[in-house]
């Protein structure tokens, strides 16, 4: 069975760090290419980044660029998103998602709650 399970989130300050963990399970990690993707209330959900399986290839949503990393660990089978600078926008439940890169979801089935992220002060 596949399984992507986030954690790491929680109530943060603007300008503060945070840093998102998505374990994986029951596929080839190490092949997938993996994306990070949120959905504030009220709103669409928003791609916010992706990495190809061996980390060349590296994409950024506009609205995170220069602030976000999106890093993985094959070893390990977890996919990261360090989080700086927070904003009151970033503010949204966050998603990981396997064989997606730059905002498409073939399999979203397989995606965990989610982790909620909070920026407020």
């Known amino acids: 069975q596949v399984q992507l399970v986030e954690s790491g989130g929680g109530l943060a300050q603007p300008g503060g760090p945070l840093r998102l963990s998505c374990l994986a399970s029951g596929f080839t990690f190490n092949r997938s290419p993996m994306s990070w993707a949120r959905q504030a209330p009220g709103k669409e959900l928003e791609w916010v980044a992706g990495?190809?399986?061996?980390?060349?290839?590296?994409y950024y949503a506009d609205s995170v660029k220069g602030r976000f990393t999106i890093s993985r660990d094959n070893f390990k089978n977890t996919l990261y998103l360090q989080m700086n600078n927070l904003k009151t926008e970033d503010t949204a439940v966050y998603y990981c998602?396997?064989?997606?890169?730059?905002?498409?979801?073939?399999?979203?089935?397989?995606w965990g709650q989610g982790t909620q992220v909070t920026v407020s002060s």
């Open positions: 998602a396997k064989d997606s890169l730059i905002g498409d979801y073939p399999d979203t089935a397989s």
């Open positions: 990495i190809n399986a061996n980390s060349a290839d590296i």
